[in-house]
């Protein structure tokens, strides 16, 4: 799983309109996400700049404004491979309003294939699942490989 | 890589299998890392082998063998009447790396977002 966490110089309503809004989304994502409308269950697009990579489709899986989104994209018309999970999470700094804490995370959906595109939410890789896969396959199997 | 968008470029396809949903299904096991384990250090090994050191009948050691050998992580030889069982290293570097590049994608993305909201 990846994981970032940052703090953005914005409250999060600011940050959640930066995160969300197709239009400004495009200045720093490096591609247009659209999802119309942005509520749980609605599918989304994301067309990547100057046609660098796939195009992805998606769906939302969890949407509460300003603090919470979730969704899980795959290459278009391919759910079968590279289904990942990806989550914002915002939290307003405790010591200023003007700072916002945002978590990114994207993890593979490590169950089966169909899976991805069906409506239950699927399991995903977990922060428990890296951990132990880095350790093993940097410490053990890079060495004897 | 040629062109690069403002965001990084997009991730190119998963190498070896083509298929990270059953990579990481597979890997998403502790019994199954566990036997990848064990044969990368002791490999290759039969079923009955690696059954011996888990509180885990053969035949469920026969069936995370399968899902690993599904995910073209580990691979088979009949050696007489035994069927030994070897790590195959390459999808899970690939793993590994494809994760690393959906990490270096949301790193661009992230300085990308802070430039603009600090605009």
């Known amino acids: 799983m990846i994981q970032r966490q940052i703090v953005v110089p914005t409250d999060p309503d600011r940050l959640w309109r930066a995160l969300t809004d197709p239009e400004e989304a495009e200045t720093w994502f490096g591609g247009r996400i659209d999802w119309t409308p942005l509520e749980e269950g609605s599918p989304l697009r994301f067309t990547p700049a100057r046609g660098d990579g796939p195009s992805r489709e998606g769906r939302i899986d969890a949407v509460q404004p300003g603090r919470y989104l979730r969704f899980r994209w795959w290459p278009e018309n391919s759910p079968a491979t590279e289904c990942t999970d990806v989550a914002y999470v915002l939290e307003p700094d405790p010591s200023s309003e003007s700072a916002t804490h945002l978590t990114v995370e994207e993890a593979p959906v490590a169950v089966d294939a169909t899976a991805c595109a069906s409506v239950s939410t699927p399991a995903r890789w977990t922060l428990d699942d890296e951990m132990q896969f880095r350790v093993w396959a940097g410490s053990r199997l890079a060495v004897r490989v | ?119």
């Open chain 2, 1 to 119: 890589m040629g062109r690069v968008p403002p965001g990084g470029p997009g991730l190119t396809p998963f190498p070896s299998t083509g298929r990270t949903d059953e990579v990481f299904a597979a890997l998403a096991d502790r019994t199954r890392r566990h036997l990848l384990e064990r044969l990368s250090e002791d490999g290759p090994l039969s079923a009955t082998d690696l059954a011996g050191g888990l509180p885990i009948s053969r035949q469920a050691v026969v069936k995370h063998l399968a899902a690993l050998g599904a995910a073209g992580l580990v691979h088979s030889d009949r050696r007489g009447r035994e069927v030994l069982f070897a790590v195959e290293a390459e999808p899970l570097r690939d793993a590994t790396d494809w994760l690393e590049q959906i990490g270096r994608i949301w790193d661009r993305r992230l300085v990308a977002l802070v430039k603009h909201l600090s605009e």
